[in-house]
Structure formats: structure tokens, C-alpha cells
């Protein structure tokens, strides 16, 4: 039985399905549904002459061509497909819910698949969903402070006692500087940024606290949604006022088993920002392994930085907690008995 349903349908009765994204690699790559798995109906280099014969020649055409593609394939898709979804039942989607997707889901019911579901307009509609769903409220709590604070292994600590949290760095693969993505592994594309940060509010009850580090709009290269970057920028803010040679430390702690190369070049990227004379005395002190002086230097920077993005809240918002050190544990309880 095939049956077409909506997004909203299946986030809401079918989330437990194995779910089947049959575009190209390069379209699953780009942005998929967090927890598909694909099975590529056509290559990417497939899928680009069935569009253009699509759209110069006729549907039939782009039918028949796609078939003559998929045709020594279809064994293997139905082999993967069990692997997938043992029970024979399983959701598929394409990019907007036509050709590829009511194919694959008709060939799975000829193979004895019992109950297969086609999400109707596809991947796009999924996308739209996901926009939109950051126009509902939540109770977000805004942990912010200068560069150094530790406020990522705060935000550890707190869910670790069993807060909610969000962790947008982590989502991003980048710690939100000219340094943060060094020894990262790569970053998402920005839709898939989106996508997982989607699926990651979607778990949490939205009434209760959920604690997230302030940032700017983007991290890196992704860019946080419009929406939710709105939330995040009209709520109070937790602003943890930790000592500078704390910060230091701490900075010295996360940074200095890093690529020397790669520290060489984020400050690099920096000149302009720093000065040429002080990235120079910064660079001049990476080659000796002063680290102490190279986050002193960049610091300064960074917190003048910091105070503009800050000084963009209404005044009232800011809540001003003076920590005497870094400590990630110590200052979760802490947040956690202002809210209680």
C-alpha cells in the first residue's frame, strides 16, 4: 500500500519509520533530513541530463531516460531497502515528492514492501516546514560572556545535570572564531545546520528552560535561521563576567595543542582587525610558544568585539554575574539556581 502523506504527518505519527531520501548524492549532501538514509535513484550526473531532458524535449522523454538509468539498479534497491527497513515499511521522499520518489515507493510495493509512504512535495516542503517551525515560542536561556569564559563547557555541564541545551557550536562544527574551526572536522553546509538544529529543538519541550551560548548570526560559514536568530537576540542574557587572566588560561588550555600552522594563519586572517603591529607581536610570540602573550594580544580584540555585539541589547536584558573563575560545573549550579 502506497500512501501519500504531509510533513507535518509524518514528524507527528511516523517519526519511528526508517525514512529514504532517493535524490542525487550532491542534493543529500547539500541538506537532508537528519536520520535519512540515501538511496540514490540517479547519480548526480544522471539526474542532470533527465532535468534537461525534462525541460528541452517532454516528462516522457526524462521518464524514459531515467528508467534506462535506474533499470540495473532496481535488485539493489530493493537489497538496501530491507536493510533499511526490515519490517517493509519505510517513508520516501525526493526533492518535491514526483517522478523519482513514486517510482522507487511502486517498485518497493512490487517487491513486497507492505507499507510505503510518500511525503508529499518532498525535501521542499520539508525545508519550508523546518523555517517556519522556528515562529513558535520557546524558553530560551542566553548564556553569554567575553571569548574564554567557557561557556560551551558550561552549557556540557548543564545538560549533563540535566538541563536542556543547545549546543549551536557543536551543531556547526566551529567554536566561533577566526580559530574556531581549527581541528574541527568540516563544517555542514548552512541548510544542514538548520536541518539538525531543527531536529535537535524539535526533542526539547519548549516550555521549559533551554540554555543557549550567544552568538552572532553566523558560526563560521553556516548562518544560524532568521527566526531563531530573532529569539535568541529580544531574550534575557546570563553575561558571565570572568577575571581576563582566567580567561587567558583557559584559552591557553583549549588552544595551545592546536596546528601551529593553522594558528599561524587564523591570525594571519585577523591583521587588519588586530593591526598589523600587533599581529605581528602575536605571531612573533607563536613562533616561541608564548601562548599566554598570543591570547593576551588576540584577546583584546576579541573582547572589544564581544562588548559592540552586546551593547545591541536593550540594557535591561543584560543580567551581569560576576564568576571569579572558570569552572564549568560550579558555574552550571550556579545558573541553574537563578531559574529555579
Not at 549532501?29 to 540514490?40: K, L, Q, S, T
Not at 537576540?233 to 580567561?247: A, G, H, K, M, N
Not at 585577523?270 to 613562533?287: N, S, V
Request: net charge negative; aromatic share 12%; charged share 25%.
Amino acid at each position: 500500500m502506497k500512501q501519500i502523506i504531509s510533513v507535518d504527518f509524518y514528524f507527528h505519527n511516523l517519526k519511528h519509520v526508517p525514512i529514504i531520501d532517493v535524490r542525487s548524492p550532491g542534493e543529500f549532501e547539500n541538506g537532508h533530513i537528519p536520520n535519512a538514509y540515501n538511496i540514490e535513484l540517479f547519480s548526480d550526473g544522471e539526474r542532470a541530463v533527465v532535468g534537461t531532458a525534462y525541460k528541452k524535449e517532454s516528462k516522457e522523454r526524462a521518464f524514459e531516460i531515467g528508467y534506462e538509468f535506474a533499470k540495473p539498479k532496481l535488485e539493489g534497491f530493493i537489497r538496501r531497502s530491507i536493510e533499511i527497513a526490515p519490517e517493509k515499511e519505510v517513508v520516501i521522499h525526493c526533492w518535491r515528492g514526483g517522478m523519482r520518489s513514486n517510482a522507487f515507493a511502486d517498485h518497493l510495493i512490487d517487491n513486497g514492501f507492505e507499507k510505503v509512504y510518500v511525503i508529499e512535495k518532498g525535501y521542499k516542503a520539508f525545508r519550508n516546514y523546518v523555517l517556519h517551525f522556528f515562529e513558535y515560542p520557546l524558553n530560551l536561556k542566553i548564556l553569554s560572556g567575553y571569548t574564554g569564559s567557557g561557556k560551551t563547557e558550561i552549557l556540557h555541564s548543564l545538560k549533563k545535570k540535566g538541563q536542556q541545551v543547545i549546543d549551536l557550536e557543536g551543531l556547526a562544527n566551529h567554536r566561533g572564531s577566526a580559530f574556531g574551526g581549527i581541528d574541527l572536522p568540516p563544517q555542514p553546509t548552512t541548510e544542514q545546520f538548520q536541518n539538525n538544529l531543527f531536529s535537535v529543538v524539535q526533542g526539547l519541550n519548549p516550555e521549559r528552560p533551554i540554555w543557549v551560548e550567544d552568538e552572532s548570526k553566523s558560526i563560521g560559514k553556516v548562518v544560524i535561521p532568521d527566526l531563531f536568530f530573532l529569539k535568541m537576540s529580544t531574550v534575557p542574557v546570563y553575561f558571565l563576567d570572568i577575571p581576563f587572566q582566567e580567561r587567558t588560561k583557559h584559552l591557553v588550555d583549549t588552544y595551545a595543542n592546536l596546528s601551529h600552522d593553522k594558528l599561524a594563519e587564523a591570525i594571519s586572517r585577523i591583521t587588519k582587525r588586530l593591526g598589523y603591529d600587533k599581529a605581528k607581536f602575536a605571531l612573533d610570540a607563536l613562533e616561541i610558544k608564548d601562548y599566554h602573550k598570543v591570547v593576551e594580544i588576540t584577546l583584546f580584540y576579541y573582547d572589544k568585539a564581544y562588548l559592540g555585539g552586546l551593547q545591541k541589547r536593550e540594557e535591561s536584558t543584560i543580567s551581569k554575574l560576576e564568576i571569579p573563575t572558570v569552572d564549568p560545573s560550579e558555574t552550571a549550579d550556579f545558573l541553574m539556581s537563578l531559574i529555579n
